[in-house]
């Protein structure tokens, strides 16, 4: 975020605080429930967005050296990620090429070669075949070349790696991730770590879960018994950066900014700064951390969740580990606000009782969010 972007976003949402006034979508706008339960219209998202597009795999920090790996569920697809002596990243799938076993069971680790646990067919950590039992007399014509694993497409940028779903895509990762690769690198995303993290299941769907965090109509009322108070009432800005959003949530500390030069005006101190990376992950900056909440969609009707608070890797010590996890708990304590609140919506959308949700105009994010899930659809109702 450029400095001047820093100043006017504050500026606008002192103004329309001063002003007594709210950031105002023009129309209101209808939601069919649809979005949220159909089976076929999972299966389109999970054809045209969730394995065509980039999707986050990991933060580099979690692949430290030369030799880490890690394997992970990436849009359904088992995934084995590795970092070779040079430090470059590798995406594979992690399947035996020989018979079609799982090929690594462990979560993470450092190896640099990977034996098949049925017949210990092993490849190094770029992907080459390196051994064949009793190769000579049962593979005597095997072109090893034409057995490496099968690799997706991947790159290493602002501190995240990532990767596409499809060993068959092409993409083009920096027109997609342009807008937000800055946006990283301005918050220093490549210089975090992980300090605690934690996976939860909830029964929403994966919309619905991305759809509660982009406005702040509800803080007041979801959250009267935590961060609630701490926020002015009914008030938030978004912005597209392409196919991602920026929103800021002001504090009441914006208030104090009118006494202020804007010299000393720093919008992580006085809001929380929220960016929805589309598809599937949101990262939401408090004012000495990052919260990370990635989604793995399940079904139509139940999204897995990975939790993490994220901060500057210099202090993610063991000394600071204590603190780190208590801000964690708090942050968690706050979100299961929004997810319990999610399924319960999810859960009522079950009964029929309704054909379709409505934004409001001070929901208009929402609205945003939806058009670009159906852009890559295909649609335009």
């Not at 996976?199 to 803080?219: D, R």
Request: glycine share 6%; charged share 25%.
């Amino acid at each position: 975020m450029e400095r001047a972007t820093e100043i006017a976003l504050l500026e606008e949402l002192h103004g329309l605080k001063n002003s007594k006034l709210f950031y105002l979508d023009e129309v209101v706008h209808k939601s069919p429930v649809a979005r949220y339960m159909s089976g076929a219209r999972f299966a389109a998202e999970k054809r045209d967005i969730f394995r065509t597009l980039p999707l986050i795999a990991a933060h580099s920090s979690e692949l430290p050296e030369a030799g880490s790996f890690m394997t992970r569920d990436l849009a359904g697809l088992p995934l084995l990620l590795t970092r070779d002596k040079e430090m470059n990243i590798h995406a594979f799938l992690n399947v035996c090429r020989h018979r079609g076993s799982r090929l690594e069971s462990e979560e993470s680790g450092c190896k640099r070669a990977f034996s098949c646990p049925y017949h210990a067919w092993t490849w190094n950590n770029e992907g080459n075949l390196k051994g064949v039992p009793h190769q000579k007399q049962g593979f005597p014509d095997l072109d090893r070349d034409a057995y490496k694993l099968k690799r997706l497409p991947a790159l290493e940028a602002a501190g995240v790696i990532w990767v596409v779903a499809n060993p068959n895509a092409e993409p083009d990762f920096e027109n997609y991730l342009g807008p937000i690769l800055k946006e990283f690198e301005w918050f220093g995303m490549p210089d975090m770590a992980i300090a605690a993290s934690n996976t939860i299941t909830i029964k929403a769907n994966w919309k619905m879960l991305v759809e509660g965090g982009i406005e702040a109509y509800h803080f007041k009322v979801a959250h009267r018994h935590t961060i609630g108070p701490h926020f002015l009432d009914n008030l938030s800005s978004y912005r597209e950066l392409g196919a991602h959003m920026r929103s800021v949530l002001p504090k009441n500390s914006l208030k104090s900014l009118k006494d202020m030069p804007q010299g000393d005006w720093k919008i992580r101190e006085h809001s929380n700064v929220l960016y929805n990376v589309f598809p599937l992950d949101q990262f939401l900056l408090m004012e000495d951390h990052v919260a990370w909440i990635s989604a793995r969609p399940i079904s139509a009707g139940e999204t897995e969740l990975r939790l993490s608070t994220m901060a500057p890797s210099v202090e993610v010590a063991p000394e600071m580990m204590s603190h780190w996890k208590r801000n964690h708990q708090i942050t968690v304590a706050t979100l299961m606000e929004d997810f319990d609140v999610n399924a319960a919506a999810q859960a009522g959308l079950e009964s029929g009782a309704n054909e379709f949700l409505t934004f409001g105009r001070y929901e208009g994010a929402l609205e945003s969010f939806n058009k670009t899930v159906e852009s890559f659809l295909g649609e335009t109702d």
